[in-house]
């Protein structure tokens, strides 16, 4: 577990490694062994050259040693001989041995590094040094024959002693001999051991070179060509919107772009998902939707979709028309041309609108709206046409019906007018010849019995009750027909009151009545049309005069009331019985006609006002007094009266 | 009644047309005007023959009602004025029945002088047709300066 986990942080501290550094160890791990190798390899060639050359002295030193051996040796020999026959070619040895021992002394003295060699060297130099001073001391003694015989015994002892040196000599160098052999034998060995050690060495080298090697394309195959693999096959992945491989969080290069590349898949997979969704989402919609039929159809008008309404308006299903060009939907009128130029106006305009006959699968017909729209990819490329149908044929249906219904309302109105107009022309054309013909017989009473002038009245009276009557009813009907215009404008209502004071004075005069005129403030403006208004004041100021048999006054009045001007006609005659209130204002419905027959009176005034005052977006209405009754009306109020206007009334 | 620029005698001698497609109508005209004194009055109740009658009896006042059928008032009214000099004042006086507002603009736009409701009261036409001559007299002494 603890190796596991270990072996696992290793690993995760080589992945985390910048690729740099990967690199810098998977080229260096194998360098580094070889140098080490080399250097190995350098220092075991210096130990056994280093060996060789001990072994090589030791040779040398071995060899000199007898030298200065043999040199001493003939020497001695030589002397001796020169001694015995006093022939100096017996010297010979002795010069020869005098002439190179100091140079091979000094070799000696160079090449030995032994202490122990060194040391028994010391003694043979000293004992050179004596038996050199010997064997000279010898030749001295034996110069001439006489000094030799002389000399003797001198010369014996000297011989004597140059043998002891000598001998003492020999066994030194033979210790010397057999230490130096024994160094051979050490520096063989020693030579041997570097030679064994340099190869098992090299042998190891060449396994840690190829285990570095290994190593090095392991930690390279591990850190970098496999995760690199991976993030490839991601990037395949990735190109194919699929999910990616699972990558360690690592911290160098390829596991920061293994992790962008993880984010970027996410992002896509999360927009892809957002967009397959939404795209869902409008199918359902426009597939839902039921009174539209709405179709793509490619460049050539081929149908390429087909939604819901489409089939519910059209009545075939998306299996039947996918494949079929759109032109089938047009009738044989149209078919020819209007297909294609609705096209070639949706694709120059963008889109393109049109109302008329389509058909459906059952070949019956219905006014359709269509709206055609190209539809344009991101390179400006025509892609093809979506296309919205409506099924308009109830609204047009109902739009027909209206129209006719409209029609025949004003056929009905223009009839109305018509027959007001014809009526108004029937009715008073034998009116006219009644009233004209009465009137010049009235002209010429004084020719007339009493009886007969009595008569003229008669007719006369009921002649102008008649024109009053129809009047009045063309007035009510015209109103109703909406045929008379209202034409307002600001009335300065003091002024209209006055009017109707000085017209209607002989009126309330003939009842034997006062005529109370209260003027209202002199800006006191109403929105009306001045002749209706007066002929409403009028009507009421008449109407109060003609019903107030026991009071003494009519009284006429105008104010503000709120946005409203209003009018008040009032009397202090008998009033009115508050059962007929509600029926005051409904035509031909006089009251107390049974017990007022006496008053004359069309029985449409109240009626009449009432229709006037409404085209004048106005009220008329009725308060009881106490004594007496008080009929008034409203105006609307004008918006602003400018100070210095002074309406100047024509006559 | 003040004094008077024009006799009796030249008002009542003046020439006068009425066209009315109602005999009563035309008849009760012509009672009017004999009342009052006209001499040289011409009453005429087929409208197509109106103009032919203008022309011919070339009247100083024309006594015109506008309803009436196949040729109205108004064609009688735009056929007169076209006829007449344009500096001739020949008064049309319009009876009718028919007492619009539209009616009545129409009439004085197409040239009537004068205009009076049916049913008319008789004094207030023969005053009517009286001013109207003065008017018409006057003018033509003006012309003739």
Known sequence: ?651 | MPARLISNKELLSRRILAIDDEETNVLLLANVLDREGYRDVHCLTNPEEALEMYIKLSPDLVLLDLMMPKVDGFQLLEAFSRHDQPDEFRPVLVLTADTTLQTRRRALALGAKDFVAKPFDVIEVALRISNLLETRILYERLRQG
Not at chain 1, 143 to 152: F, I, M, Q
Not at chain 1, 153 to 171: C, F, H, P, Q, T
Not at chain 1, 211 to 220: E, I, M, P, Q, T
Not at chain 1, 255 to 280: F, I, K, P, V, W
């Open chain 1, 1 to 651: 577990m603890a190796a596991a986990k270990s072996s696992w942080a290793i690993t995760s501290y080589w992945t985390d490694r910048p690729l740099a550094f990967k690199g810098l160890v998977v080229v260096a791990l194998p360098l580094g062994i070889l140098f080490g190798a080399l250097i190995s390899l350098y220092l075991a060639s210096n130990a056994e050259s280093r060996a060789e050359d001990d072994v090589r002295r030791a040779f040398a030193i071995q060899r000199d040693t007898y030298q200065v051996h043999a040199l001493l040796a003939e020497a001695a020999a030589g002397v001796r001989g020169y001694v015995l026959t006093s022939q100096s070619r017996f010297l010979e040895p002795y010069r020869k041995a005098e002439a190179e021992l100091p140079a091979t002394m000094e070799r000696l003295d160079a090449e030995i590094r032994d202490a122990e060699v060194r040391q028994r060297f010391e003694r043979i130099r000293q004992a050179t040094v004596r038996k050199r001073e010997g064997l000279k001391k010898i030749v001295a003694l034996a110069g001439t024959p006489a000094v030799r015989s002389s000399n003797a015994i001198a010369i014996e002892e000297a011989l004597i002693s140059n043998k002891i040196v000598l001998d003492g000599m020999r066994r030194e160098i033979e210790n010397i001999q057999r230490r130096e052999r024994v160094l051979l034998d050490q520096r063989q060995a020693k030579v041997d051991e570097v030679r064994n050690r340099f190869l098992l060495l090299t042998a190891i080298s060449a396994m840690i070179g190829l285990l570095g090697s290994l190593a090095a394309v392991y930690l390279f195959s591990t850190g970098i060509v496999r995760r690199v693999r991976t993030l490839e096959h991601n990037a395949e992945l990735l190109a194919r919107g699929e999910a990616l491989t699972a990558m360690p969080d690592d911290a160098d290069e390829i596991g920061t772009l293994g992790q962008r590349m993880d984010r970027a898949s996410a992002l896509l997979r999360a927009r892809e998902q957002a967009l397959r969704d939404s795209e869902e989402r409008f199918r359902l919609v426009i597939e839902g939707v039921r009174d539209y039929g709405i179709f793509v159809l490619d460049p050539d008008g081929v149908v390429v979709s087909w939604n819901f309404g489409a089939e519910r308006i059209k009545g075939w299903t998306a299996e039947e028309i996918l494949g079929q060009h759109f032109s089938r939907f047009y009738p044989e009128e149209t078919r020819n041309y209007l297909p294609s130029k609705m096209l070639e106006r949706a694709s120059e305009a963008g889109t393109a609108e049109d109302e008329g006959w389509r058909i459906r699968k059952d070949g019956s017909r219905f006014w359709a709206n269509v709206v055609i729209t190209a539809l344009y990819d991101d390179r400006g490329d025509l892609r093809g046409f979506a296309k919205v149908t409506r099924d308009m044929t109830e609204r047009r249906r109902s739009e027909e019906a209206l129209r006719i219904a409209r029609e025949e309302a004003v056929a009905a109105s223009l009839a109305k007018s018509e027959f007001l107009s014809r009526t108004s022309h029937e009715l008073r054309t034998p009116l006219s010849a009644i009233l004209g013909f009465g009137q010049l017989l009235e002209l010429d009473e004084e020719q007339f019995s009493p009886r007969h002038q009595e008569a003229v009245h008669q007719i006369m009276k009921a002649g102008r009750h008649l024109l009053s009557l129809i009047n009045d009813l063309l007035d009510i009907s015209s109103i109703e027909a909406g045929g008379t215009e209202v034409s307002t404008e600001d009335v300065d209502m003091s002024e209209l009151l006055q009017e109707v004071h000085a017209f209607a004075s002989p009126i309330v005069a003939s009842a034997s009545l006062q005529f109370v005129l209260d003027l209202p403030a002199p800006n006191l403006v109403a929105l009306a049309d001045r002749r209706r208004a007066t002929q409403v004041v009028l009507n009421l100021v008449a109407n109060a005069a003609k019903y107030n048999r026991s009071g003494t006054l009519v009284r006429l009045s105008c104010r503000s009331l709120n946005d409203m001007v209003q009018v008040l006609v009032e009397d202090d005659g008998e009033g009115i019985d508050p059962s007929d209130i509600p029926r005051l204002f409904t035509p031909f419905d006089r009251l107390g006609q049974q017990t007022r027959a006496k008053v004359e009176g069309t029985g449409l005034g109240l009626a009449l006002s009432k229709r006037l005052v409404e085209s004048m977006h106005g009220e008329i209405g009725f308060d009881a007094r106490e004594k007496g009754a008080c009929f008034w009306f409203t105006l609307p109020a004008a918006k602003a009266i400018k100070e210095d206007e002074n309406p100047c009334q024509p006559d």
